[in-house]
């Protein structure tokens, strides 16, 4: 996802997560850290018209209000930008997080077009994602 946006001379904003990741094994401190970089990603702000793409990444499951979320994000955008949604496809898979974790691909480009996005791509090669490029809808 990240060398598409390279080769189409996109300009890539990266956000690193400062912190630490214990791997114990242990469910509640899994937990711990996910809701530690979660905090994170909401807090991000990017300034209004300043990136060419975002790219969610087997996130997208866990923010919230998604719409809003999404909302603020396209605000960001530059002309011409583009949101990337990577995600796990909905139901059962032998990879990634629960089926009831997972949002049917319907509901994603629902909720990116209530946002004010609509789908301009997809890619159909991943077999367990749904790869989405969405932009600000005219």
Known sequence: AIQWLVDKKRRVLTKHIDGWWKDTGKLEDLLEANRLILETVKAFRAPDASVDAILIVDTYHHFEDRVAY???????????????????????????????????????????????????????????????????AP
């Open 70 to 136: 999404v909302r603020r994000l396209a605000g960001a955008l530059r002309k011409g930008g583009v949101i990337v949604n990577v995600d796990f496809k909905d139901g059962p898979q032998p990879v990634g997080p629960p089926p009831a974790h997972r949002i049917p691909r319907a509901t994603m480009v629902a909720e990116f077009a209530e946002a004010g996005l609509k789908l301009a791509r997809e890619e159909k090669e991943f077999p367990y994602h749904d790869y989405l490029v969405f932009s600000p």
